[in-house]
């Protein structure tokens, strides 16, 4: 339940507030394991490393 609740926030933030359509809907695959990749980065606190690279931070 909790990643239709996770992920049902999300596109509704896309349609109500960013008016455009989540990568989920054209490439489900990318966005699935982008998601666990971002999640792994947070865990090993490798995500700040990896956004300022990207200039992201």
């Known amino acids: ?3 239709i609740a996770g992920y ?3 596109w509704i933030g896309h ?5 455009n359509r989540p990568a989920t809907f054209s490439h489900p695959t990318w ?3 982008s ?3 971002m999640l ?3 865990l ?3 995500l700040r490393v990896e ?3 990207h200039d992201l931070s």
Request: hydrophobic share 45%; proline share 4%; charged share 25%.
């Open 31 to 33: 966005s699935f394991i």
């Open 8 to 10: 049902g926030f999300a």
């Open 35 to 37: 998601d666990y990749r």
């Open 40 to 42: 792994g980065l947070w």
């Open 44 to 46: 090993s606190r490798g």
């Open 51 to 53: 956004l300022k690279k």
């Open 1 to 3: 339940m909790a990643p």
């Open 15 to 19: 349609a109500a507030v960013e008016r």
